[in-house]
């Protein structure tokens, strides 16, 4: 696939390093737990929950077991958390030279390398650890597996060498809803693959949109996201496709015995996705400033109610 080049990466940055730097001794204790805390990323965690614990509804057609609900959202917080400490870690060179991310705790020396690498062990432990004491084999793999994917395949590999690594990175964002089936069923089956299909197309506009504000950001660090190697207008095309595949993905996911309510909030908000993507596309077209934030935060947004929908759906049902 040949792109329109806009910003071309050819070297990397000169970064210096200092790996091993101690943390600031005068940090008070509560930056410092707060530090440790961010280092987990909330949000993130906080987005992918909200597509683990509806699709837990869904797979046992109601309230799964409260227990087994209490289990998985904590192991998966503590899974998402220690893959968001990892990569911390692993991009440490890159955060301190871009703007967005030079106040995180390792570019501020508030939290040292090795301490964040034995945090991120530590979490991943725990959470595979509860995984495989209270659910089983299939999900506690899978959650090992999104943890190695993000930080191993995503972070240091297709994030630094193509423009693809927004697309394929969404393995790991979307496995959450698979290890929340599969907790619930002990197994994967058509419904579970729907809507892992549906979080895996909802995630390149979702990402495009934040990578085309923070566009300089990644071009200073050499990342090649695609706003950074690609027009805009290739972009905002892009996203335009997605958003229609996600869609349709949501609406494929009503065929398959879902009710007609959550039929009409997937439709409903699905459209709202689409005419927020072909706004971008249309600013981009006619050269007005672009306002990519919008379609990022709509598309949270969306994807908040539409698993809000599945819930609902299961109860119903």
Known sequence: MSYDAAVTVTDR??????PYSPPISRARPRDVVAAYVALTKPRIVELLL???????????????SPWLVLVVVVAGALAAGAANALNCYLDRDIDQVMRR?????????????????????VLAGVATGLMAAFTNPLATGLTLGAIAYYDLVYTLWLKRTTPHNTLWGGVCGAAPVLIGWAAVTGSLDWPAWALFAVVFLWQPPHFY??????????????????????????????????????VAASLAVWKLGMTPVYGMVALGAGVLLIVEAHRLDGRVRRGEPVRPMRLFH????????????????????
């Open 13 to 18: 940055p000169v970064i210096v390093r200092d």
């Open 101 to 121: 991310t030079a106040r995180r705790p390792l570019p501020t020396h508030t939290v040292s390398p090795r301490a964040a690498l034995v945090f991120g062990l």
């Open 298 to 317: 709509w598309s949270t947004s969306y994807l908040t109610i539409l698993f809000v929908a599945v819930a609902v759906d299961a109860f119903i049902r």
């Open 209 to 246: 949109a934040l990578a085309i504000k923070f566009r300089d950001d990644y071009a200073r660090a050499g990342i090649p996201m695609l706003p950074v190697v690609a027009s805009l207008r290739r972009v905002s095309i892009e996203s335009v496709v997605y958003c229609w595949l996600t």
């Open 50 to 64: 909200v597509t683990t614990v509806p699709t837990m509804f869904l797979a046992a057609s109601g309230l799964p």
